[in-house]
């Protein structure tokens, strides 16, 4: 079965400064689908970047990259130059290889400091 | 577009009854998804459909039932509600895979359902 492990409840990050948070994950297919996403106060959920299990380079947009390393089954997120507004719930998912099913993670609280 | 809009955005149920969560998206998505989120447990997958008339049983679907008549709707029925059922409930979906690469899925506003 899969499985999404976020061990990191919360996690505090100076402004301006960056941050990981990490993910592992669990699966026997080998074409899978891995995600973050974004969860402010207010409650949406936010699309921030994904990694196919085939591609050769870490993915990246903007202030955030995949740290992917998949002999060790991470896909950890890279947030550089941390905002006050980076401060949410981040979540991790993966996606089965027929793209039926995503499963999260628990989450990881994120506190950016002035 | 309005993406993904689901109703209502709260709602107080007596343990018992029943109800309709509604999900529509008008983005022409084959895939559409209902999770649960409870605090420490992240989203959990209740039932998802691949296409119209379509449906399957994601890890949590005990209590809940869906259908899918049209590409557009997915809504989740809640047959007796239970205090167990309090939780944050969002809907979403996506394009199927694309050259092989899958694609983000689009979440609703989610409805905030207590069962007292």
Redesign the interface.
């Known amino acids: 079965a899969q499985k999404?492990t976020?061990t990191q409840?919360g996690m505090f990050v100076q402004e301006k400064e960056a941050v990981t948070l990490d993910c592992t994950y669990d699966t026997s297919d080998p074409?899978?689908?891995l995600?973050w996403y974004k969860q402010p106060s207010s409650?949406?959920?936010i699309?921030l970047i994904?990694q196919?299990s085939?591609d050769q380079q870490n993915a990246t947009e903007g202030r955030y990259s995949l740290n992917f390393q998949k002999a060790r089954k991470s896909a950890n997120l890279v947030i550089s130059a941390s905002q006050l507004g980076d401060s949410a719930m981040y979540?991790c998912?993966m996606?089965d290889p027929g793209?039926?099913?995503?499963?999260?993670?628990?989450?990881t609280r994120l506190f950016v400091k002035a | 577009n309005a993406g993904v809009t689901q109703t209502p955005k709260f709602q107080v149920l007596k343990t018992g009854q029943s109800m309709t969560l509604q999900c529509a998206q008008d983005m022409n998505h084959e895939y559409m998804s209902w999770y649960r989120q409870d605090p420490g447990m992240g989203l959990r997958l209740i039932h998802y459909s691949v296409g119209a008339g379509i449906t399957d049983q994601g890890e949590v679907p005990n209590g809940y039932n869906v259908s899918r008549s049209t590409t557009e709707d997915f809504p989740l029925r809640l047959l007796s509600a239970a205090p167990s059922q309090t939780s944050v409930y969002f809907c979403a979906s996506s394009y199927s895979m694309d050259g092989g690469r899958s694609t983000e899925a689009f979440f609703g506003q989610g409805t905030r359902l207590t069962v007292v």
């Open positions: 999404i976020q409840p074409s899978y689908g995600f409650g949406e959920m699309f994904y196919g085939y979540f998912a996606r793209g039926f099913k995503t499963i999260f993670g628990a989450g």
